[in-house]
Each structure stands twice: as structure tokens, then as C-alpha cells.
């Protein structure tokens, strides 16, 4: 086990790892929505000034959901000129293929046309960003530092 993650590790097939995460988006669609929903009901009519909560800051079930997801924290901020009231991104700490994609966020962009199915952009770096519909968007960013 211990070589089979040091292999990985040294020799990640990032696509591979994106497509997974896709995939674990679809399937966590229902429960992504639902904190969606919580987050919204958490933050609203709150003067938040740093726009970021972990998961002390937030109701036990918003925090136990968040946790069961592997978010450690989220942003948000107003979504401008669209239907829905914010935007949010949630910081992934584990799952997710943090291991080899170093920093991931799953991100609720309603009114956005990156979070379109098959949307894919990549900085020329590290960072790509994925469409998975639903107004759901993944940004990872496999820069170490």
C-alpha cells in the first residue's frame, strides 16, 4: 500500500484525478446542494467581513455535512445580476485528490458559464478549471508551493 502511494504520489495521472473528481462531484450533487442551502441560511442577513467561515464557525450540521464532504472551510461573495444570492467555494482538505492535486476547491457559481458541462481551462501552470454543470465548477491547483 505504502509503495503503491509513493508511486502515485511521484507519478500522478492528473487527468485521471480530475475525471475522479467530476465524478465524486456528480454523485455528491444532492448533498452539495443541500449545504449550499445550509451555507446560505448560515450567512444570510450576518455582516461576515473576511467572506470565509471554517467549520467552528458555522452550525454543527452545516459543519458536520461540510466535514463529511472533506471541506475544511468555505468563501463566498454576492453573485451580481443573477437569480441566486452567492457564490461559494469550498475548500477541500482531503478526498478530493488533494494528495496529488495539492489544493482543490469545489466551487457553486451560479450564472457562470465556466461551471457549463465540459467547460476545462488551464492557466499554462498549475491551476484548471473544470465544468461539471449544475452550476458546479472545480478549480485544483497542483503547484507545491
Request: aromatic share 14%; net charge negative.
Amino acid at each position: 500500500m505504502l509503495g503503491w502511494k509513493a508511486y502515485d504520489f511521484f507519478n500522478p495521472n492528473l487527468e485521471k484525478k480530475f475525471d475522479q473528481n467530476i465524478s465524486k462531484l456528480n454523485d455528491k450533487r444532492k448533498e452539495l446542494n443541500e449545504i449550499v442551502r445550509l451555507a446560505t441560511l448560515e450567512i444570510s442577513g450576518k455582516n461576515i467581513p473576511n467572506k470565509a467561515m471554517d467549520l467552528d464557525d458555522v452550525s454543527d450540521e452545516l459543519s458536520e455535512k461540510m466535514e463529511d464532504l472533506g471541506f475544511r472551510s468555505f468563501r463566498f461573495e454576492s453573485s451580481n445580476n443573477c437569480n441566486e444570492k452567492y457564490r461559494f467555494s469550498f475548500i477541500a482538505w482531503e478526498d478530493w485528490n488533494t494528495d496529488n492535486l495539492n489544493y482543490v476547491e469545489i466551487i457553486y457559481s451560479p450564472c457562470d458559464s465556466e461551471t457549463k458541462k465540459g467547460f476545462h481551462s488551464f492557466d499554462g501552470g498549475h491551476i484548471d478549471v473544470f465544468g461539471a454543470g449544475g452550476d458546479w465548477k472545480i478549480l485544483s491547483d497542483t503547484d507545491f508551493i
